[in-house]
């Protein structure tokens, strides 16, 4: 059973490009999860989905970001004219529907931003 | 709102030693709480998940208590190894939500 996959494992993106970031769940999982660690921080949620659904975006900018979740197709955060402040480790984790199953992490999208 | 904080931010132990890491967290409301291990240029590996009704989980060298009413978790790891060298996230879940909120972590240092 493969795990969560992200891709791409890095990604390099002038100021003003755009970038997007996806995520492919554990099989049997229908809960994605996007956290965000920016150096020498700890690891931040951004948002909260199922499929074609936002339940909780509460930790997303405003501005420029946005994420979703299709019925067919990985999940894809999707960051416009990124900023040098971007620069960070994004990490996609999934759950199955039982919520008091622990979530899993994909090993990280590194983006940079020059 | 809901704080985690992980004490110490790092810790250094010569092979073979018993050591403890600890969590704490503000809100005692919790719905579970999950330790993570993170190697460096990684994602997280899912090491423990305790939930709220239970006061602790053990695997291997492993073993995480929970103490909700404290606000406090802590990861006990027996005989050190250097493949323990890692950073050890604490994260909770709260009760009206399904995000986990992270502490800072603690980097691990085995030396032979």
């Known amino acids: 059973n493969a795990g969560v996959m992200q891709n791409p494992r890095h990604l390099v993106r002038r100021r003003g490009q755009e970038a997007r970031l996806r995520c492919s769940p554990m099989?049997?999982?229908?809960?994605v999860y996007w956290y965000r660690q920016l150096p020498e921080e700890g690891l931040k949620f951004m948002v909260y989905?199922?499929?074609?659904?936002?339940?909780?975006e509460s930790g997303m900018p405003k501005e420029r970001f946005s994420a979703e979740f299709p019925k067919e197709g990985p999940s894809i955060l999707r960051i416009q004219q990124v900023v040098r402040g971007d620069s960070a480790a994004y990490f996609c984790?999934?759950?199955?529907?039982?919520?008091?199953?622990?979530?899993?992490f994909g090993d990280g999208t590194r983006l940079s931003i020059l | 709102k809901q704080e985690v904080t992980q004490i110490p931010a790092a810790l250094s132990v010569p092979e073979g030693e018993n050591l403890v890491l600890n969590c704490s967290f503000t809100d005692s409301a919790i719905y579970n709480l999950q330790w993570f291990r993170q190697d460096p240029g990684k994602g997280l590996t899912s090491l423990l998940l305790i939930q709220s009704s239970q006061r602790e989980q053990t695997s291997g060298r492993l073993n995480a208590s929970l103490d909700k009413s404290s606000g406090r978790s802590t990861l006990y790891i027996a005989a050190s190894q250097p493949g323990d060298s890692a950073t050890y996230l604490c994260a909770v879940r709260t009760h009206n939500t399904d995000k986990l909120i992270f502490g800072t972590g603690t980097r691990l240092q085995v030396f032979p």
């Open positions: 989905l199922q499929k074609e659904n936002i339940i909780d």
């Open positions: 984790a999934s759950s199955p529907p039982d919520s008091s199953r622990p979530q899993h």
């Open positions: 099989k049997g999982h229908s809960h």
